[in-house]
């Protein structure tokens, strides 16, 4: 495992929409495990593929509760509103307002090609809706009603 370089915006692989990921193997779980330790060393909650240069629907959250690896996610429901501020590690030092689902649910493969459905509210359900956001190349700026200067 290693820490790979977050892109930073204006990058242009940032606003590429991702390819699916047709087949799990070994290079894919070394890039979650990269992935992993990556967004824990910048102290972020969320990576996803491109944020690293890569144009795969890949995703790992932390929102405390422990790891969740996403392959080709995808989200089914969302319901209610949440407004408030996000980051990004791709977009340091600033912050923005942004309008999300309150809850979601969502279906992705798991490091070992299995389905399953996952449901988040509050912070996993901004988490999940960010990270899906990348891998179709819309970063938080596009959505937000302001933005401001956060920590760097």
Known sequence: MSIRMIVKHPNPVLREKCKEVKKINSNLHKLLDDMADTMYEAEGVGLAAPQVGITKRVVVI???????????PEILEMKGEQFGPEGCLSIPGLLGDVRRGQWVKAKALDRDGNEFIIEGEELLARAIQHEIDHLNGVLFIDLAEKTYSGRE
């Open 62 to 72: 932390d929102v405390g509760d422990g790891i969740i690896e996403m392959i080709n």
